[in-house]
């Protein structure tokens, strides 16, 4: 019969496996890289390619990363929350974990190699961090870190924001403030007069559109995130409202 350090060879054996078999991650995390960008207050983070805008008055902060070509999948990964901490570098880490939103698109560097300046070329897995976030998990010096990450479910106050832009026939309804999931992948509109959903497209980040006069009428929402699950936001926009409001919804729970 087996003995007893036979049963603790083969256990470490298969421990070592499973490491090598998730590439070295601990179960449920990926690994990455990360870099820091946007100034010390963090202001060069304003906009981004998710059209959130100004992520102060939308209520981001400072929690905000540029994703690369292929975590950012065409946009369809805005509003998305990620957990990241900083490993495998004694010098630089720091021994905590932050949460940020993805609000902006890490452009690749094709005249780089993915190694060396190319850090946002596919297929790198890799966040462009705002600088304060970034010193919360590293020290500045580093100017590059390896990090996991994981999806986690967005923690947001309030409800789902609904800002109507464009004009008649142009409806252009940027969505922030999302929870859960947090990336929206489908949204739905209705008018009070028209009383039908109709699907809208995605114009660029999290702004959706819509070619329908709505002029004059309530309007209802039905967003759709990564995770299959929707709320409906019925009459969310009054009959009275202008373009360039903001509206508050529903939010996931």
């Given amino acids: 019969m087996m003995g007893l350090r036979g049963f603790i060879a083969i256990a470490c054996l298969l ?12 179960q449920g995390w990926n690994d990455a890289h990360a870099t820091f960008y946007g100034g010390g207050d963090a202001s060069g983070t304003m906009g981004g390619a998710c059209g959130y805008g100004n992520l102060y008055s939308q209520g ?11 975590l950012f999948n065409n946009g369809q990964s805005c509003g998305a929350c990620f957990e990241l901490k900083c490993v495998n570098d004694e010098r630089w880490c720091l021994q905590s974990s932050i949460v940020v939103t ?11 190699p993915n190694n060396d ?21 590293a020290q500045q010096e580093a100017g590059i870190v390896p990090i996991l990450y994981r999806r986690v ?17 142009f409806n252009l309804v940027l969505i922030t403030n999302v929870g859960g999931a947090g990336d929206v992948q489908s949204v739905s509109i209705k008018g009070s007069r028209t009383n039908n959903w109709e699907p809208m497209s995605r114009n660029w980040g999290q702004n959706w ?9 309530s309007l209802s929402f039905k967003v759709t995130t990564s995770d299959g699950r929707t709320v409906e936001c019925s009459d969310v926009i009054p009959d009275g409202w202008s373009f360039g409001q903001t509206f508050i919804g529903g939010q996931f729970t």
């Avoid at 078999?21 to 601990?26: F, K, P, W, Y």
């Avoid at 479910?153 to 026939?169: A, D, E, L």
């Fill in 117 to 137: 300046g190319g850090w946002c070329n596919p297929p790198n897995q890799h966040f462009d961090l705002s600088q304060p976030v970034f010193q919360q998990i």
């Fill in 15 to 26: 421990f070592l496996l499973s490491i090598i078999a998730n590439g070295g991650s601990e």
């Fill in 153 to 169: 479910p967005c923690q947001k106050k309030g409800g789902i924001r609904f800002t109507v832009n464009g004009h008649s026939y």
């Fill in 102 to 112: 993805a609000t902006n698109f890490c452009p690749p560097n094709n005249a780089l």
């Fill in 209 to 217: 559109q819509s070619n329908s006069n709505l002029d004059g009428q």
């Fill in 60 to 70: 981001y902060g400072t929690n905000t990363a540029a994703l690369s070509t292929t």
